[in-house]
């Protein structure tokens, strides 16, 4: 099947399968930051915004973006230098196999709610898992990282 | 110091952060066969026959292979990454005609995409020939049933294993006569404590790609944690030359020891060394569950002997470690039950340590962070604390009696000095960070909620004495740049930024002039690899002399041109300075390195350490829990370490948080079972549940730096030590709050809810088995 | 992963009952569940292009379309005072944001998996499943039948004077429940009514009621307990890697018991 997405603000067109998941649809077209760490839809590693909502893309059917506008890190790279600074800043970042899921939901976070509070900023991200920072020190960095945005009165 | 101890980026950090395609199957070639495995449904059988035909007609298929294309009389290999002669038994085929845990390789498929491997898949016909396994490891040792009952079975070292007792190793050490101390004391503890196959679940699975160089040869791109070793392996398990195979590593999506064991590499290389068509393999999570190289199951025996006024007098410790199906780590990772827990009381007359590491029909086991030191400190510090409470005592009093100090020798550890240790602060402040003295041992939240505390320390080492090599190789460039050539491989824990920390405080340059490279076994100096908590220790170390090595090179070219003699000069970093009039930059000293010069600018360094300097750590918990249904939550974990000088305090700091949440999975939520066929139940991220964020209050940590005179800079390792004290805190601490005794993790709301139940019935919960010689009542 | 071998966005849920005739015909819902399966699908039906993803409220009831999401329904402001929060707690633990936004309700509760979450909130509501062909059908009822062929258009909650009150115990946050209790009490002319709905037993969902009149009059404490004790008996569970069947049992009486509490205006947490 012919589907033509709008992925990161350029038209994709492809030819998928009926079965072909959303991310291997971008990995194909060059967005190799969305990563897969599990089959079971657990781990938030492929998060990409379908329609500006934050999904995840291994449980989401290539066919079903068709039309629609799918943004992946890929598309939003000065947004993520901006915030992955304070991450950076931390040493948080530690593999980074897990970031790119971490830092579109935290856009997606932002977007929703400019200034979440500590128990809400760790239940919005509850589904991007991380196995090496102990998430302390991505929680430090996206405090940093509010304050920062504060003070630059960007709030 | 100028880098040394400052909280600098990692060089790749904003690389990773922004998503760029760095690891391995981002930069894998797009024409890449897919491989995948036929894994055995059964715990233990041997392939009758086995039917490929039909298989190899799907459209897009290019090869199957089974133990028919693998001579079963060859020898044997191991896939875990160790200095060789390597400890653990060369017990494996690339395929195997007998199949020893569900999981087990039956074939190799390799095709044009996903769809066609899956279809050929399912279109092999096995018949096997079902044999009984040995699912239990308590039964394996000397069970008529074998797990390797070959004949070419082999084991390189004096470990104590025999095939034949499905023994995979046996050892005994001992100082002083510990029956005659356990005989004098007033309270001989007497208890035994599980641990499961816990799963490291780094983020990444397991993956590698293969292709065929310009000069014929296999070079295999992996995420692994140990190039060179991989080598050897991939060379042994293919029976190839190694001069025919590079191994290098891309960016690793997290190892935690995963990677120290060469799980994934040979099947795409043996699909590319015969087809000579670049391959790739990509574990499926589930795979990365069920067929991969989790923590040694432990069962561990603890006697330990103090007086009514808390002096620990001796240790005796009985380790039954199950390396599974194969023997990787095996005979390696069941020392440090012993020989990383017993040291810390260094008041003990005596000790004895006796292991057995069984072979069964389950995975194969193999290094998980702690590696075998997790497990032992879980029995021994959880002993201690049993300890702490039959006396009436408070676990950190008690410890403070009795932990072994600087300057001290650890008989227990191989009989060497305690050369640094600052583990008496770590405890002081531990202490206070937690607010321990306000929330011993129980405080009553008066909602049907309690909070606790519990505590443990631990230590590791600081890579495998006399045995790991760091190597690195440092060379000049225009304007004053620096190269860095490593081995060690970055698994997401800095070690790149960190080794180059050390290079640009040595050679007084900016972090941004050192430029690094790790790892590939044509290009890097050799290297172990990145385990044992040996980069920062013996690398690091490596990398300081060799600096320091460039830098009277760099000396010497600068004296050339000044024409004076080398012991004339000094080097500030940018100028090579005779006295105020004659000097030469570090710029013009490239330039001339490159232009008519015979004086290399290049540098190589090896480092080995006879000595292993331990890191220390004191660790608490304070838990909440719901007394009736026994949900419990670490609303605080803190933490103290003494890791010598932390070269990165910010890297330092995410290592220990990162270790401690592990530590609070194993403790509390991440469970290996198996049912009656062996099939492990938690085969995904569904059912293996390790931490999210919303699982866990905070973490805390503190440095208590101690001096390591033979680090660089001070530095010891942190890497490891750092996953073991939530173990025996959290346990305690679920003691302090409900009154019931878990020797067994992970301890479940479920366990909690119907052990309190139990109590109030009156019956008793535990296999509690002291002996108090003198009938005393304490 | 399931195979499809055709996808198909249903232009009338008259066209996607008539595929759906089909045993191999699946319709998609948030794809969650149904893409760890092993099979094969030869039709893979899409509502979502029928305008069936919103949450409507009136006066009586809310209407609820089979697509949407379990996060609109956690974040509908209509839905949250009605249930005094019940609804969010319900769903709030359920694996994270991005899991919630491709969920669909219609999914869940067709579904009827014993470990939802979900079917247990509507359970103990006054809520009735909009079935293409079978029309109108309580929760309940539906809850408790076997798998067929409709099409599930909307969800419906027909809105009582009621208080709720939604809890589970998980082994981890993020993970599966090992106990679901969802209670109701409604205001009636002649007293409350208890209404409670215990899932993840590990069956089905459950409803349990107060026929035999334990909660009237007297103390609410006591009442409780009996009541606590009542249900633990008369609900059955069993064992799996998330608890046993004891345990379970002795959840379903501290739940309930708290649920009362709380729902009874008890002060505390």
């Known amino acids: 099947m012919l589907i033509t997405v709008n992925l990161n603000g350029k038209m994709v067109s492809g030819d998928v399968e009926a079965d072909t998941l959303l991310i291997d649809f971008v990995r194909n077209h060059g967005c190799y930051s969305v990563k897969r760490g599990c089959e079971t839809s657990n781990c938030g590693l492929c998060t990409v915004f379908l329609e500006d909502r934050p999904v995840l893309s291994c449980s989401v059917l290539a066919v079903r973006a068709d039309g629609k506008k799918v943004t992946t890190l890929e598309g939003m790279q000065e947004e993520a230098a901006e915030f992955g600074a304070f991450i950076a800043d931390q040493g948080a970042e530690q593999c980074g196999f897990c970031n790119p899921g971490f830092v579109m939901n935290a856009m997606a976070l932002f977007r929703e709610n400019p200034a979440p509070g500590e128990e809400e900023i760790k239940e919005y991200l509850a589904g991007n898992l991380c196995r090496c920072s102990g998430y302390e020190g991505q929680l430090r960095g996206i405090l940093a990282f509010m304050e920062w945005r504060k003070k630059e009165g960007r709030l | 110091m100028k880098t040394v101890n400052k909280p600098v980026r990692k060089k790749d950090a904003m690389q990773l952060l922004t998503g760029q395609p760095v690891y391995t199957d981002d930069i894998a070639p797009r024409d890449c066969l897919v491989v995948k495995l036929l894994r055995s449904p059964h715990a233990s059988a041997v392939i009758r026959n086995i039917q490929t035909d039909i298989a190899l007609k799907v459209p897009g298929i290019e090869a199957v292979y089974t133990w028919k294309d693998v001579p079963q009389t060859e020898r044997r290999f191991t896939l875990a990454g160790q200095t060789y002669p390597e400890p653990s038994p060369y017990d494996r085929l690339l395929l195997d005609r007998r199949v020893r845990y569900v999981g087990d390789v039956v074939a190799i498929v390799a095709g044009a995409d996903d769809k066609c491997v899956d279809k050929a898949l399912s279109l092999i016909k096995v018949e096997y020939q079902i044999l009984e396994p040995v699912l239990d490891f308590r039964t394996a040792l000397d069970n008529p049933v074998l797990v390797h009952p070959e004949e070419n079975w082999e084991s390189l070292c004096p470990v104590g294993a025999d095939n034949k007792r499905n023994l995979c190793a046996h050892d005994e050490s001992s100082q002083g006569d510990i029956e005659k101390v356990l005989e004098g004391c007033d309270i001989v503890l007497d208890r035994v404590y599980h641990t499961k196959a816990c799963q490291q679940t780094m983020m990444e699975t397991f993956r590698t790609f293969c292709t065929i160089d310009t000069y014929g040869r296999l070079s295999v791109v992996s995420s692994t944690q140990i190039v060179f070793h991989c080598r050897r392996i991939i060379a042994n398990a293919l029976h190839i030359p190694k001069s025919m195979v590079r191994v290098s590593k891309p960016r690793i999506g997290g190892g935690f020891g995963a990677k120290q064991t060469s799980v994934s590499e040979i099947y795409p290389a043996f699909v590319t060394w015969k087809t000579k068509k670049p391959s790739k393999i990509i574990f499926s999570r589930e795979e990365s569950m069920t067929a991969s190289t989790p923590r040694h199951e432990m069962e561990m025996h603890v006697r330990l002997g103090a007086m009514k006024d808390g002096r620990i007098r001796g240790i005796d410790l009985y380790t039954l470690s199950n390396t599974g199906a194969y023997g990787e780590h095996g005979p390696t990772t069941v020392g440090l039950s012993g020989h990383k827990s017993i040291p810390l009381y260094g008041k003990a007359e005596a000790f004895r340590f006796v292991s057995d590491v069984v072979y069964t029909n389950v995975m194969s086991a193999g290094a998980y962070r702690g590696y075998g030191a997790t497990q032992g400190l879980f029995a021994v510090e959880s002993a201690v604390n049993e300890l702490a409470s039959m006396l009436h005592m408070d676990p950190i009093r008690l410890r403070e009696q009795n932990i072994v100090r600087q300057g001290e020798v650890m008989p227990a550890y191989y009989g060497q000095e305690n050369t640094s240790c600052a583990l008496d602060r770590c405890l002081a402040k531990v202490r206070e960070m937690i607010k321990w003295d306000e929330i011993y041992p129980v405080k009553d939240m008066g909602n049907g909620k309690v909070r606790s505390v519990g505590m443990g320390m631990a230590m590791q080492g600081s890579g495998i004495s006399g045995v790991d090599v760091g190597s690195a190789v440092l060379k000049l460039g225009d304007e004053g740049i620096y190269n860095l050539l490593i081995g060690a491989a970055d698994m997401g824990t800095g070690c790149d930024t960190i080794l180059a920390q050390i290079a640009a405080e040595v050679l007084d340059c900016e972090m941004e002039d050192i430029m690094v490279f790790g790892a590939d076994t044509d290009a890097s100096p050799y290297d172990s690899g990145s385990y044992a908590s040996s980069t920062t220790y013996v690398t690091g170390k490596a990398v300081e002399n060799c600096a320091l090595k460039l830098r009277e090179q760099i000396c010497r070219l600068g004296a050339k041109i000044l024409s004076c003699e080398y012991e004339q000069v000094e080097f500030d970093g940018k100028e090579v300075v005779l006295d105020r009039e004659h000097k030469v930059s570090l710029k013009e000293i490239a330039a001339a390195s490159m232009c008519g010069n015979d004086i290399s600018l290049e540098a190589a360094s090896t480092h080995s350490s006879p000595i292993s300097p331990p890191p220390f750590m004191a660790g608490a918990a304070e838990i909440e829990m719901d007394l009736q249904t026994g949900e419990t939550k670490v609303v605080n974990f803190a933490a103290a370490v003494d890791c010598g000088t932390p070269i990165n305090p910010n890297l330092a700091r995410v290592q220990a948080e990162g270790g401690i949440l592990q530590g609070i999975g194993m403790a509390l939520t991440e469970n290996i079972t198996y049912d009656s066929k062996g099939r492990v139940l938690e085969n995904s991220l569904m059912q293996y549940k390790i931490p999210a964020r919303v699982d866990v209050g905070h973490i805390q940590v503190a440095f208590e730096n101690s001096y390591e005179e033979s680090g660089p800079f001070g530095a010891k390792s942190i890497g490891e030590v750092v996953i073991n004290t939530p173990l025996p805190a959290v346990a305690d601490a679920v003691y302090h709050a409900c009154g019931v005794r878990f020797r067994e993790l992970p301890i479940t709301p479920c366990q909690i809810a119907m052990g309190r139940i139990r109590m109030e019935q009156g019956k008793s919960n535990s296999n509690d088995r002291e002996r108090l010689p003198d009938n005393e009542n304490i | ?269």
């Open chain 3, 1 to 269: 992963m399931i195979t499809i071998r055709r996808y198909k966005k249903a232009e009338s849920i008259e066209e996607a009952w008539q595929l759906n005739q089909q045993k191999s015909s699946r319709i998609i819902g948030g794809m969650l569940w149904l893409k760890m399966g092993k099979g094969t699908v030869q039709t893979a039906i899409d509502l979502s292009g029928l305008s069936l993803d919103g949450i409507e409220e009136t006066e009586e009831e809310f209407r609820v379309g089979c697509m949407a999401t379990l996060r609109q329904l956690e974040l509908h402001e209509g839905l949250g005072t009605y249930t005094g929060g019940a609804m969010k707690e319900a769903l709030r633990h359920i694996v994270g944001v991005q899991f919630r936004n491709l969920a669909t309700v219609g999914g869940s509760i067709f579904g009827r998996f014993g470990f939802s979450d979900v079917l247990t909130m509507f359970l103990a509501m006054d809520s009735y499943v909009e079935l293409y062909k079978a029309g109108v059908v309580s929760m309940r009822e539906f809850a408790g039948g076997g798998y067929d062929r409709d099409v599930l258009v909307r969800i419906l909650v027909r809105k009582q004077p009621a208080s709720f009150h939604y809890s589970s115990v998980r082994n981890s946050q993020t993970d599966f429940p090992a106990l679901t209790c969802a209670a109701a009490r409604f205001e009636g002319p002649a007293g409350a009514d208890y209404r409670f709905a215990i899932g993840a037993r590990p069956g089905r969902a459950v409803v349990i009621e107060d026929s035999g009149r334990i909660l009237s009059g007297g103390d609410i404490r006591e009442q409780a307990r009996a009541f606590g004790e009542y249900a633990a008996a008369h609900v059955p569970t069993g064992s799996n890697m998330r608890g046993s069947a004891q345990y379970r049992t002795h959840l379903v009486k501290v739940l309930t018991e708290r649920a009362i509490l709380q729902m009874g205006g008890e002060a505390g947490c």
